[in-house]
């Protein structure tokens, strides 16, 4: 094979991979979209459930209480944080 046949399908290659890389990132940022949407919309309907009365303030901090971890989005809602596992606890 000839060097300039070679060095033209190595471009060919390489602007390929460019083109399905563009369209897995392109595929990848679409599919966060869709997830941070239907997370609003999931948020929108408990609100509304709790506007109606149809899902009780006490469940929905029970389903807080139980499935977040991070200090940081337990303090959003006013859930006690955690204190680390590993340190160990300080009694003044």
Do not use: W, Y
Request: positive net charge; hydrophobic residues 30%.
């Amino acid at each position: 094979m000839s060097p300039n046949r070679l060095e033209a399908l190595t471009k060919k290659r390489d602007e390929i991979n460019q083109q399905i890389q563009a369209l897995k990132a392109r595929d990848k940022a679409k599919q966060r979209k869709e997830d941070t949407r239907r997370k609003i919309l999931i948020g929108g309907v408990i609100m509304k459930m709790l506007n109606n009365g149809d899902l009780s303030q006490e469940r929905l901090n029970n389903m807080l209480e139980k499935h977040l971890t991070r200090d940081k989005d337990r303090e959003l809602f006013g859930l006690c944080v955690e204190q680390d596992k590993n340190t160990p606890e300080v009694k003044v």
